[in-house]
DNA sequence: TGGGGATTT
């Protein structure tokens, strides 16, 4: 061909045994043509093959609203699709084995129904009759979708028998047996009913994503266990657990919960014919842009899915498949290149589920977002580069630790699943842009979050039932280190005192839905007289998403549109200034037009706005979910939320530098920053026998140590940190005497994000004793 | 000069 002087020669195929090639490119759908490919698991491991294709219910799909009268037909339909599932086959004995046992394994491949089915045959089994069957979902969509699902499946509107619950959403009601909820939903039903007294089984899914939540919960349903189905004493009725993974783990779980009873059952999904790279690849972008075309060329039709670790890679590798794409000869097939990534605009991310024009081969290039969180329909071939971004809480002696953000090998189960999102529709393929040896030194699964993440909200949310996290038994226990740091954290915001006992302020911390730190500026924000304005910078900071989106290729026409937000003390007054500029979008529609089609009008109205300032609209409308949330914990702790201080930027500030005290920094005469955490100046508590003694050094109770400074205050000790303004705050290269900042995160260097300007005498009105007057 | 992905009475 005439271009393979110019795309990737023939010679340099990474994958020399893959499918034959038809030396006519002519792309006849030919699926299946190599029976060896459907059987064979190639190197690597394969998924079983089906007998009959059907696609689980998907997470996507739309969740009907009202109670369907669903004709004769389409019941029965459904009940037929029902028994189909791999799993019906398993129904008698699950219930048998469920019922027999106090806690069940079970290991269920992607597609045996498990999710759906498990629940309704414990209901039809008799055993929701004590109390409801509960399944916890790492993730809203997917708790909200199964439960569409399930109650189509039972033939009862949403919300009845079969319900769901989720944060700002939930559909369940007297009659709900069955519910699905996100695991953190349930953690927080644990805060009012220590025994979940409501369930009569609990069913966690997913349990090998191990996220924080799902970590708690196991532990707490150990502890459960043991008091609601103790020798004696039980308290109330009896509880089943039922804790459903992925392969990975299943010995873990069974031994964390007294070798309990491991059941597995088969998958429903498509053969994946996996390949491996003979050797290494240095550079995995290029490798997969050669191995893309090396798809294109060679391979029937069939959308391809490339899993790369972030957006700077997904922008690299976009310019250069465009570049070669312009010279493919006019009769092959166009390639439509489509990027998929958590800070897309919501209109770009809806490309990926458009359908592929005919004559078109679509090319996602995608982060872990199309790994987990949604399904991408149409994708016949996966290309893995083998890595991703990791985050990961590295705690600090202080009690302000940092966030690395690193490109990293992937997990086992990693690439098993996005091998797996090769097959949902049929018969697939699967380029691993690594060894065979290097896929059989990958870990099994990633470390659990509660070893990666920062502890403090959950160390103060569970002070607050009385639980140490110490004591708890918990399937992996954190590093005392990171405890450690957690507990100086929630020390020097005055939720805990120097004996590690909650304070009083603690406790209206923990009522809020917010990181302490956060909870800590609204509660200062109530004396200073900005909670308005606060409440509308935490609310956007609490965010899933990012509020500003970036294009690398579009940065000056960006700076322009958000140039009258920025606001010059830094990041969080602009973030206030860009929600009070969309809320005033609408209210003036509203206002204008309170007749019909004002709701329409507002709502196109501060669509434009958010596009023409280059703000993602979905997090401002994800922040005014949370602001109403916070709105009614504030009545609660007795903040009003009203209260504002107008135009005045310094109150604001100051509430924030409350919350943010470990996360300041000063300038130094070379221009950089230096972390004055571990400098913090500290009084001795009156009640101390120290009090009002002057020692050159003091030790409070392992939580920290002090100098004594000439002005006769004391001084932490622990070390300081050089931070650089990160590039994309409204504060980089600016120099200012002081700064407070949301996060520190390490890529190449440490950066500062969300920073904002204040006054450096802010700082010493900041002391860990001065705050805690609650 | 640079942003993996979820989630909370």
């Not at 609601?228 to 009896?238: A, C, I, L």
């Not at 899933?544 to 690398?552: E, G, I, T």
């Not at 609408?586 to 300032?613: L, M, P, Y």
């Not at 135009?647 to 000063?666: I, K, T």
Request: with cysteine; aromatic share 6%; charged share 25%.
């Amino acid at each position: 061909m005439s271009f393979t002087t110019t795309l990737p020669s023939s010679n340099s195929k990474l994958f020399k045994n893959a499918t034959p090639m038809s030396k006519k490119h002519k792309f006849k759908p030919q699926f299946g043509r190599n029976e060896n490919d459907r059987k064979s698991s190639g190197s690597g491991p394969s998924h079983s093959p089906a007998k009959r294709p059907m696609p689980p219910p998907q997470a996507h799909s739309t969740p009907p609203r009202k109670k369907a009268r669903l004709s004769n037909g389409v019941a029965s339909a459904i009940q037929e699709q029902r028994r189909e599932l791999p799993i019906a086959r398993g129904r008698e004995a699950l219930i048998r084995e469920i019922s027999a046992n106090e806690v069940t394994v079970l290991i269920g491949e992607t597609g045996s129904g498990k999710t759906t089915q498990v629940p309704q045959y414990l209901l039809e089994g008799g055993l929701a009759q004590a109390g409801m069957i509960g399944i916890t979902q790492p993730r809203k969509v997917a708790a909200t979708s199964l439960a569409a699902r399930v109650s189509l499946e039972q033939g009862t509107p949403l919300g009845g028998c079969v319900g769901y619950a989720v944060r700002f959403d939930e559909r369940a009601g007297p009659e709900t047996r069955v519910k699905y909820l996100t695991d953190g939903m349930l953690t927080r039903e644990l805060l009012g009913d220590p025994l979940l007294s409501r369930y009569s089984v609990i069913v966690v899914d997913e349990a090998h994503e191990r996220t924080l939540r799902t970590d708690l919960l196991l532990a707490n349903l150990k502890r459960i266990l043991r008091e609601r189905n103790g020798n004696g004493k039980q308290k109330g009725s009896p509880l089943k657990v039922v804790v459903m993974s992925a392969t990975m783990d299943a010995e873990k779980f069974s031994r964390f919960f007294n070798d309990a009873k491991i059941l597995y059952v088969k998958g429903r999904q498509h053969p994946v014919k996996i390949y491996h790279t003979s050797q290494n690849q240095t550079d995995y972008v290029d490798s997969a842009m050669r191995t893309f075309f090396q798809i294109h060329v060679d391979q029937p039709p069939g959308d391809v899915l490339i899993f790369l670790p972030g957006q700077e890679d997904i922008e690299s590798l976009q310019k250069s498949l465009e570049m070669f794409s312009r010279q493919l000869p006019i009769d092959f097939p166009t390639v439509l290149i489509v990027p998929m990534f958590a800070a897309l605009q919501a209109s770009q991310q809806q490309d990926v589920f458009k359908p592929t024009p005919k004559g078109s081969r679509k090319c996602i290039l995608a982060t872990n977002i199309a790994e987990t969180s949604i399904t991408i329909p149409g994708v016949r071939y996966v290309i893995d580069t083998g890595k991703s971004k990791e985050k990961r809480y590295l705690a600090g002696p202080t009690g302000s630790g940092f966030d690395t953000l690193l490109t990293r090998d992937i997990t086992k189960s990693s690439a098993m699943q996005r091998a797996g999102r090769a097959g949902r529709e049929g018969p697939g393929f699967c380029y691993r842009l690594y060894t065979e040896d290097a896929f059989k030194q990958m870990a099994a699964a990633p470390e659990p979050e509660i070893l990666r993440c920062s502890l403090a909200q959950a160390i103060l949310q569970l002070m607050c039932v009385g639980q140490d996290i110490q004591e708890l038994e918990l399937m992996d226990s954190p590093d005392d280190d990171a405890i450690i740091s957690a507990l100086k954290n929630l020390f020097i915001i005055g939720a805990i005192d120097d004996k590690r006992r909650l304070t009083p302020l603690g406790l209206v911390l923990a009522s809020f839905p917010l990181e302490p730190a956060h909870a800590r500026a609204v509660v200062a924000s109530k004396d200073l007289g900005c909670t308005s304005e606060i409440l509308d910078i935490v609310s956007v900071l609490a965010s899933s998403s990012k509020l500003f989106l970036d294009v690398s290729d579009k940065r000056s026409e960006i700076a322009d549109g958000r140039r009258k937000l920025v606001h010059p003390s830094g990041d969080h007054l602009t973030l206030l200034n860009t929600v009070r500029g969309y809320s005033a979008v609408g209210i003036t529609d509203a206002s204008a037009s309170a007749q019909e089609g004002a709701g329409k009008a507002g709502r196109n109205a501060r669509r434009e706005w958010a596009r023409q300032h280059f703000v993602n609209e979905r997090t401002l409308r994800e922040a005014a979910n949370i602001r109403d949330q916070l709105r009614v914990s504030c009545e609660r702790a007795g903040i009003d939320w009203r209260v504002s201080c107008g135009d005045a930027e310094e109150p604001v500030l100051l509430a924030l530098s409350h919350g943010l005290a470990q996360n300041a920094a000063l300038i130094t005469p070379d221009g950089t920053y230096k972390q004055t955490a571990g400098q913090q100046i500290v009084k001795i508590h009156p009640s101390s026998t120290m009090a009002d003694k002057k020692v050159p050094a003091i030790i409070f109770d392992e939580l920290n140590a002090a100098l004594i400074t000439p002005d006769g205050t004391y001084k932490q000790t622990a070390g300081q940190q050089i931070v650089k303004i990160h590039p994309s705050s409204t504060m980089a290269d600016k120099k200012v005497p002081a700064i407070i900042f949301d996060e520190l995160v390490y890529t190449n260097q440490i950066y500062a994000r969300g920073v904002s300007s204040i006054q450096k005498s802010f700082l010493a009105s900041l002391g860990a004793f001065n705050t805690r007057k609650a």
